[in-house]
């Protein structure tokens, strides 16, 4: 009895693997062809009485079957026994067998000169290349006679680049789409253009398909009719229809700059938890958008293969910020302890803020976190890989603040011909997007309908909710079709902040709201003493922050941050230095952090210590 988990032991249980071993045992031992036909009958007999019993095994104690062979751990050996002799034997006498009354019996020696063929092209196939797994191995058995039709030219391209590992790795994991769309594939990989663009500079990822080609819709396989996974397996480039490149760091002011996109008309892609997903995200805009389209990176991760297939010949614009600023913005950064809540919840509870490692107050040691944190001050890492850079745009924060800020979208618009900034918009963009309540915000008010028979609130309908936030979050998170109920809560200003606030709602929510005045006039009360509590709050919050100068006394006081931040920042410097030196001059916290490591340390570095 064979073991039903080992799916090498299930597949050489298989008809074919056992009729095929038989004729080999009888080429092998002799012994008459009376005897063989004899011995093939019984096994096939034998064969479909184990099924007759397995089936009706399973049918009373359906607990007993078999587990898939894909489970199974030696699955991808077992694969393999598929290409053995005895199965590929196996397989012509059972075609024979089913097809005796055509005169399948007549074509039956041929038949089986070809099969030992077949198996010395495959064994010959195996012996070369060590990266067959069972993804391949699945793709030959589903295309077995088109790759032996082909057979002759799959084995000159995978010659011809037997000595670029990526592109044979690349052919290999898509082995299915390769055997099937061979003639397109082999074009591209015989090019000069293949050869100049990839395998001269050993790009570690090449496209299996032809990127100019795919840009062109009048082509039969092309972006449109490729799915982004698919896409992203075969290490595609993502579509040409995007006209810069955009890249910044954490705590640059990048919610801001995608403000300003979208105020302009300028579509990016968004982000996502993976690499891949990230791509995924980018070609499915850049394929369905015919808007004026960008690449945006602004998290802090090297993701490399995503950054080598975004290969266009476009502009980069670089958002950058006085490390020491970046240093202090997220140090006094607000975790939100609660986003919604309900008029039960006392407002001091609901604006409880929470900082680094849920303290009430913000720390110093949060500096060694973030000096520790791969990668996040170090955007020149990130440039290297986009090898077709045509010019290179610096900005500085300062730069994206107050009337400057107009004035330079203004002047970017002119070089690289996006929407020109219109003058009604002029005070959204002069208005700074960074508000003293910004991290506080925005929260949401749930409210429950006053059930009109006992008068107590009904948490089975549906909530109405109020956003309470401020005008460029509302406008960064698409809610300009909702409503502002200020005026309707709030006769008159009586807080400092209150302009500066809105509390937004679904106009149908709204009606329902003034048409139950018991609810109305609990949510009014409610958000007087919210407000009361919010302004208090963010005095108090205010004097928990720390400034440049904190940071500085504390890697002043720090010398193994102090040196190791000297360390990270050094790259994104140079580089800095090298495409607008004006830029690090005008850092004046950088400026003296640089003075302060002169003075303490000299040329220490890291690697130093």
């Known amino acids: 009895m064979y073991n ?13 693997y056992k009729l095929g071993q038989a004729m080999i045992d009888f080429t092998n031992n002799g012994g008459g062809y009376i005897a063989l036909f004899k011995k093939l009958y019984q096994i096939k007999r034998q064969h479909k009485k184990e099924q007759k019993i397995y089936q009706q095994t399973i049918q009373v104690f359906p607990q007993l079957k078999y587990p898939s062979l894909e489970v199974c751990s030696d699955y991808e050996q077992a694969l393999k026994y598929k290409f053995h002799l005895s199965y590929m034997l196996g397989e012509v006498l059972i075609k024979a067998d089913k097809t005796w009354y055509k005169g399948g019996g007549f074509k039956l020696k041929n038949n089986i000169k070809k099969a030992k063929k077949e198996f010395q092209i495959f064994r010959e196939i195996f012996k070369e290349f060590d990266q067959i797994n069972s993804s391949i191995l699945k793709g030959l058995i589903d295309n077995k006679q088109l790759f032996l039709k082909e057979f002759p ?9 037997q000595d670029y590992k990526a592109i044979l790795d690349n052919i290999f994991h898509n082995f299915n789409y390769f055997i099937q769309n061979f003639d397109l594939i082999e074009e591209w990989l015989l090019l000069d253009g293949f050869k100049e663009k990839y395998k001269k500079e050993n790009h570690p990822y090449p496209s299996l398909l032809d990127p100019k080609k795919l840009n062109d819709e009048n082509e039969k396989i092309n972006y449109k009719n490729i799915p982004a996974e698919l896409a992203w397996e075969m290490n595609l480039p993502l579509p040409r229809n995007y006209r810069f490149i955009f890249i910044t760091g954490g705590s640059c002011g990048h919610m801001a700059m995608f403000l300003y996109f979208k105020l302009l008309k300028i579509n990016r892609n968004w982000t996502s938890e993976t690499e891949k997903e990230k791509y995924k995200i980018a070609y499915n805009v850049f394929i369905a958008s015919k808007e004026y389209n960008i690449f945006s990176c602004q998290w802090d991760k090297i993701t490399q293969k995503l950054f080598y297939l975004v290969d266009f010949n476009v502009p980069l614009v670089v958002l950058l910020r006085d490390p020491i600023e970046r240093l202090k913005s997220l140090t006094n950064h607000i975790v939100k302890h609660i986003t919604k809540f309900d008029l039960t919840l006392n407002p001091n509870e609901a604006l409880v803020n929470k900082y680094y490692k849920m303290k009430d107050y913000p720390s110093l040691e949060k500096v060694d976190t973030i000096v520790d944190y791969p990668n996040y001050f170090d955007i020149f890492s990130k440039i290297t890989y986009f090898k077709n850079i045509t010019e290179v745009f610096i900005l500085d924060t300062k730069d994206i603040v107050g009337n400057r ?13 996006f929407q020109y900034p219109s003058e009604n918009l002029k005070e959204i963009f002069i208005t700074p997007f960074v508000s003293k309540v910004m991290d506080m915000l925005p929260l949401t008010l749930v409210l429950y309908p006053t059930n009109q028979y006992d008068n107590k609130k009904d948490i089975f309908t549906h909530p109405i909710e109020i956003i309470i936030t401020f005008r460029k979050m509302m406008l960064y998170c698409n809610q300009e079709k909702l409503i502002d109920m200020k005026k309707d809560f709030f006769s008159k200003s009586n807080w400092d902040i209150q302009d500066e606030i809105l509390f937004l709602i679904d106009k149908n929510d709204k009606n329902r709201l003034l048409s139950d005045s018991c609810l109305f006039l609990q949510t009014q009360q409610y958000l007087r003493k919210f407000m009361i509590v919010f302004e208090n709050k963010i005095k108090e919050e205010k004097k928990k922050l720390f400034s440049e100068n904190d940071i500085l006394n504390y890697l002043r006081d720090n010398k193994q941050v102090r040196i190791k931040l000297k360390n990270v920042l050094k ?4 580089f800095t230095k090298k495409t607008n030196q004006k830029i690090v001059a005008s850092w004046k916290y950088y400026q003296e952090f640089e003075k302060m490591c002169k003075e303490l340390d000299g040329d220490i570095y890291e690697k130093d210590l």
């Open 4 to 16: 039903p988990n080992s799916a090498i032991e299930r597949v050489k249980n298989h008809l074919a």
């Open 153 to 161: 030219r799959i084995k000159h391209i995978l010659k011809i680049h």
């Open 405 to 417: 800020c107009y004035t330079t979208f203004c002047n970017l618009s002119k070089k690289l011909n």
């Open 571 to 574: 790259h994104e410097i140079n």
